[in-house]
Antibody, heavy 116, light 107 residues
Framework: QEQVVESGGGLVKPGGSLRLSCAASGFTFTAYYMGWIRQAPGKGLEWLSYISSSGNTIYYADSVKGRFTISRDNTENSLYLHMNSLRAEDTAVYYC?????????WGQGTLVTVSS | DIQLTQSPSSLSASVGDRVTITCQASQDISNRLNWFQHKPGKAPKLLIYDVSHLETGVPSRFSGSGSGTDFTFTISSLQTEDFATYYCQQYDFLPYTFGQGTKLEIK
């Protein structure tokens, strides 16, 4: 059973940092691109970043470029999102997803709240 | 990035109604279009891929059609559990962008 589970969300002050993790199981992690998508309160789904299976190809949305870093550990079947210089507008539920036929498997998300 | 224009943004309907949502792409996406269902606190669920193919286990009251840049998603007879937000997604070009979503509410 394919599964991805996010963790690491929480309350952080503006300008702060946070690292999100995504644990994958039930599929060959090294064969897939992986991505992060978020949903801000009352808003739709926004692509943030994706990383190729080897880690050599990476994309960032303009809204997070220069502040967020995606990485993966293929030995641990894990995906990460390092978030720096957080802003109030980064408040959202962050989802990890497998990139296949679009994004076919998602986690339930982890909530990040940026507030003083 | 490819833009997807989804409409309507919200829809009020009753159990048993037939509902239709449209999704228009800014360019031809080679029929690489998904439809997702999203309920609060849950993972988005893939219902339809490649425009019209039902994911395993998805009820047949859900269907999709279209080609090129214009696509349609239909629920033939609404059930209580179908009230949710629905999104289209193109996967012809990374990043795999989404429509703005359609919130389906009970009338």
């Amino acid at each position: 059973q394919e599964q991805v589970v996010e963790s690491g969300g929480g309350l952080v002050k503006p300008g702060g940092s946070l690292r999100l993790s995504c644990a994958a199981s039930g599929f060959t992690f090294t064969a897939y691109y992986m991505g992060w998508i978020r949903q801000a309160p009352g808003k739709g789904l926004e692509w943030l970043s994706y990383i190729s299976s080897s880690g050599n190809t990476i994309y960032y949305a303009d809204s997070v470029k220069g502040r967020f870093t995606i990485s993966r550990d293929n030995t641990e079947n894990s995906l990460y999102l390092h978030m720096n210089s957080l802003r109030a507008e980064d408040t959202a539920v962050y989802y990890c997803a497998r990139v296949s036929r679009g994004t076919d498997y998602w986690g339930q998300g982890t909530l990040v709240t940026v507030s003083s | 990035d490819i833009q997807l224009t989804q409409s309507p943004s919200s829809l009020s309907a009753s159990v048993g109604d037939r509902v239709t949502i449209t999704c228009q792409a800014s360019q031809d996406i080679s029929n690489r279009l998904n439809w997702f269902q999203h309920k609060p606190g849950k993972a988005p669920k893939l219902l339809i891929y490649d425009v019209s193919h039902l994911e395993t286990g998805v009820p047949s009251r859900f269907s999709g059609s279209g080609s090129g840049t214009d696509f349609t998603f239909t629920i033939s007879s609404l059930q209580t559990e179908d009230f949710a937000t629905y999104y289209c997604q193109q996967y012809d070009f990374l990043p795999y962008t989404f429509g703005q979503g359609t919130k389906l509410e009970i009338k």
